[in-house]
């Protein structure tokens, strides 16, 4: 039988939409209400994806250009090593590729886009992807099964050194037909449409991929709406509608083209849209997306996941959970928004207060001084000094918010915190690929728990850069993976809190918020997964 025989997926994500949003988000579509949709069947759907909150907007009109500005260039385009992030260059991969598969916003459901269904008849063991007819790259190459197995078993290659080589590693790929893939995980995964439409969605053209990293790096050809005209290293790029888009017939995109400008003052960025200078960007900050709200025109989405500071557990001090508890202790979530003015939401965990999965019997410790000192001093008598560097991204958020966790520790006896600020580039490979840091600061969107969770916390995902090992986190990671019931997940999901909570592998300090920015001329803003803009129907009043 087919997937019609699990329950349906219907996730609650409430978010808080600020008053001047016209409910735009697509990840944001259902965030203002707690109602359930009949969702589709997870990986059933073949249906086109739903609307977005958006559709409160009137649809954009034919023509014309716009000007979306980023906080900094793309290092490179093609669907391996760039971050599918949605403040980062996520927005140009979903005008380049075309998603397969999106997570809905509000309920949560996968839905279709470029791709045509995804279905399991075995509760995981493995699934059946199917393509929609009649697509082509934009360079005249087939879209077909044959390319969706060429990119994810390019993912899977150490050699490729892809950003998502966890997602594609281990599946066993088979071409049925033109237009189908059957695929066997590694292990049994119920939520696996999850992981496709969140780490393996965008396809690149085997032609172009053939050409080497060098060239699909820069020159990237996919099936998306735009194509990239061109791209003048650090001041911005020029995409044009893709003549032989697959929804040409459809009237999109609506836009001809647009121009993507770097200015990487999140502050410049809102005057230059207040003032018309420039249209739309993607914003994280929450104060910004307040103001933003307030000025012009903002969609906010809260998400699972937010602001926090990661430990290295396999490097003192913070090898010893005294040590991460003590930091945390010594720390208010609420104070920081207080005193930077930077609209933080304080958070208990890494799920949202809001979240369907939250567990409120599993929160953070409370600030405590007198035990956060307590432990401090413990831990000197023993010749174990809490003396730490903490790895941040340089840029004026981060480094007022690391200095201020700097200010309150230095009230603190035998403790002490420095601070090392990386570009981007710099910083990732610090952290990420050489795991050189004994704290870091990171954010985390996560618009369901699959596969990011498993992702940063399971003890052999390469992608725990923390270094934690926990038996009980690896059993409820693995109990959500391997359900699509909503009480089992909401149960496993409740387990990892309490563990996370217990070990402190990390102190998120705040929930994590996301959202476009855009004037009055934009319409047709609709977004995907954690706060992704779908390109093709973006457009002009």
Request: proline share 8%; hydrophobic share 40%; glycine share 6%.
């Amino acid at each position: 039988m087919p997937r019609h025989a699990l329950p349906a997926r219907r996730f609650r994500r409430p978010s808080a939409a600020l008053a001047a949003v016209a409910l735009s988000f697509s990840l944001v579509a259902t965030a203002c209400s707690d109602s359930d949709s009949d969702g589709d069947t997870p990986g059933q759907s073949a249906a086109p994806p739903a609307p977005g909150a958006a559709s409160a907007q009137p649809p954009a009109r034919q023509g014309g250009q716009l000007t979306m500005l980023a906080v900094q260039d793309s290092a490179q385009l093609d669907v391996f090593r760039t971050a599918y992030v949605a403040v980062t260059d996520e927005p140009r991969l979903s005008a380049l590729y075309d998603p397969l598969f999106v997570i809905q916003p509000g309920n949560g459901a996968v839905v279709p886009h470029l791709g045509e269904s995804v279905s399991t008849s075995d509760g995981g063991l493995t699934w059946t992807l199917k393509l929609r007819p009649n697509v082509q790259f934009s360079d005249g190459t087939p879209f077909d099964a044959a390319a969706v197995k060429t990119n994810w078993e390019m993912h899977a290659n150490p050699a490729t050194q892809s950003l998502h080589r966890a997602a594609a590693a281990g599946l066993v790929l088979a071409v049925v037909d033109p237009l189908t893939l059957s695929v066997k995980p590694p292990a049994p995964n119920a939520n696996f449409d999850r992981t496709l439409a969140q780490e393996l969605t965008y396809i690149e053209s085997p032609a172009q991929l053939a050409k080497g990293p060098e060239v699909y790096g820069s020159q990237p050809v996919g099936a998306g709406p735009f194509v990239l005209r061109s791209w003048v290293r650090g001041n911005e790029q020029v995409f044009v509608r893709n003549p032989t888009y697959w929804q040409k017939d459809k009237g999109l995109p609506k836009l001809d083209g647009f121009t993507v400008k770097n200015v990487p003052d999140i502050q410049q960025q809102l005057n230059s849209v207040k003032s018309g200078q420039a249209d739309v960007f993607t914003s994280s900050d929450p104060a910004l997306l307040d103001r933003g709200a307030k000025d012009a025109n903002a969609s906010v989405l809260k998400v699972d996941g937010g602001q926090y500071f990661m430990f290295n557990l396999a490097r003192a001090p913070f090898d010893d959970p005294r040590a991460r508890r003590a930091v945390s202790l010594a720390l208010d979530p609420a104070e920081i928004p207080r005193v930077l003015d930077n609209g933080y939401i304080p958070a208990k965990g890494l799920f949202a207060a809001t979240s369907q999965f939250f567990a409120p019997a599993s929160v953070q410790a409370a600030y405590d001084q007198a035990e956060a000192q307590r432990l401090f001093d413990e831990l000197e008598r023993e010749g174990k000094k809490v003396d730490f560097t903490y790895l941040i991204p340089q840029n004026p958020s981060s480094k007022k918010t690391a200095e201020y966790m700097q200010s309150r520790l230095h009230t603190y006896r035998n403790v002490t915190m420095r601070v090392e600020a990386l570009e981007i580039g710099a910083y990732i490979v610090k952290s990420a690929i050489q795991k050189d840091f004994q704290g870091l600061l990171t954010q985390r969107w996560v618009v369901d728990p699959e596969p990011q969770l498993f992702n940063a916390f399971h003890s052999r995902s390469p992608l725990n850069y923390g270094g934690y090992v926990s038996a009980e986190a690896d059993r409820a990671l693995a109990a959500g993976r391997a359900s699509v019931d909503p009480a089992v997940r909401k149960q496993a999901y409740a387990d990892l809190q309490k563990a996370l909570v217990q070990d402190m592998p990390v102190w998120v300090y705040s929930e994590a918020v996301v959202g476009p920015i855009y004037n009055d001329k934009i319409t047709g803003v609709e977004l995907y997964n954690a706060g992704v803009l779908f390109m093709d129907r973006i457009g002009l009043k």
